[in-house]
Every structure is written in C-alpha cells, then in structure tokens.
C-alpha cells in the first residue's frame, strides 16, 4: 500500500508569502491534484504534462470569476516552477 502523495511536501521549497496565502496554495494545489487525478489517473504532479494543467485553468475554471482564476494560475505557477519546467500559462 503506498503513501498518498503530500503537496505540501512538494511545494515547499517554492511557497513563500504569509500563512493565509501558503495555506491557499495548498488548498488549491490539492483541488488541482484531485481533478487530474479524476480525469487522467495521474496522481503525482511528477507525471503530469503541461496538457494537464492547461485543461484545469480552461476546463475547470471556466465558470469561475477572473479572480478566482488568476489565484489558480498563481498557484499552477508554483507548481510549474517546483518541476522546474518551463511552460508558461495565460488566463
């Protein structure tokens, strides 16, 4: 049986701010994960690809405020930038 994975394991390293916006983060990073996972079985940002975090902001977020959406993109930013990789995402 395997550990469920711990995204505040991984987003350490790059979450900075108060604590009301590291545990945001958190929570949205969470609700990312949960949402690949349901649609892809993808359970680990690891595997994921950049096709995976763009349907979140466009799919899922579709019927969201601006605001709501710019705070995900915010944290899919973190996300991105703890893979090191360099994808780049717009509203």
Do not use: C
Not at 31 to 47: K, N
Request: proline share 2%.
């Amino acid at each position: 049986m395997s550990k469920p994975f711990d995204m505040k394991l991984f987003l350490a390293g790059v979450l900075t701010g108060s604590q009301a916006t590291r545990r945001r983060h958190l929570r949205q990073a969470t609700i990312i994960q949960a949402a690949i996972a349901e649609r892809w079985q993808r359970e680990t940002p690891w595997v994921w690809q950049r096709k995976h975090l763009d349907w979140f902001l466009k799919s899922r977020l579709k019927q969201r405020s601006d605001d709501t959406r710019y705070y995900y993109l915010l944290t899919v930013r973190l996300i991105v930038r703890r893979l090191e990789a360099s994808w780049v995402f717009g509203i």
